[in-house]
């Protein structure tokens, strides 16, 4: 249990799923749409070859307030995706970038990290092509837990 910003105990913290076919999603035409994987989650998801550009795909999170938030993603993970993601974070000072192995660990939720996200309805995490790493970019779902 936690307590919330009001002093009174709430049983859950706030929780926000974004999935590649939801309106809070949204990426370029270069994102390719497969349900090719049975490790997916929900219906598709996004695929993309590497580029020297970012092209992100984006995630949009509507953020109660400004605090402590685990940030964790799903993608299908097999032999032939990046090795090198990148994934990148907008905190309250800044992106923070790291770069996820998509050919292991899919079909359940990957903790990325806890991120001080900043209160108000925005793109919170993006998935990026900009890679030299072989192998498809995978955008498929992200959630957030407030802390």
């Not at 049975?38 to 598709?44: N, Y």
């Amino acid at each position: 249990m936690r307590v919330d910003r009001g002093g009174a105990a709430a049983d859950t913290a706030y929780t926000q799923t974004v999935d590649n076919s939801h309106a809070r999603f949204s990426a370029s035409s270069s994102w390719g749409t497969s349900s090719y994987s049975t490790t997916r989650r929900g219906a598709d998801y996004r695929h993309a070859r590497p580029t020297s550009e970012s092209d992100p795909a984006r995630f949009r999170f509507r953020v109660p307030h400004t605090g402590e938030y685990s940030v964790h993603v799903w993608h299908p993970s097999r032999e032939t995706h990046s090795s090198a993601a990148p994934i990148g974070v907008r905190t309250t000072s800044g992106v923070r970038w790291m770069k996820i192995d998509q050919r292991r660990d899919g079909g359940r939720w990957r903790f990325i990290g806890r991120f001080t996200l900043a209160a108000g309805d925005a793109t919170k995490v993006v998935v990026s092509r900009g890679t030299s790493a072989p192998g498809a970019v995978i955008a498929d779902a992200v959630r957030i837990v407030e802390r």
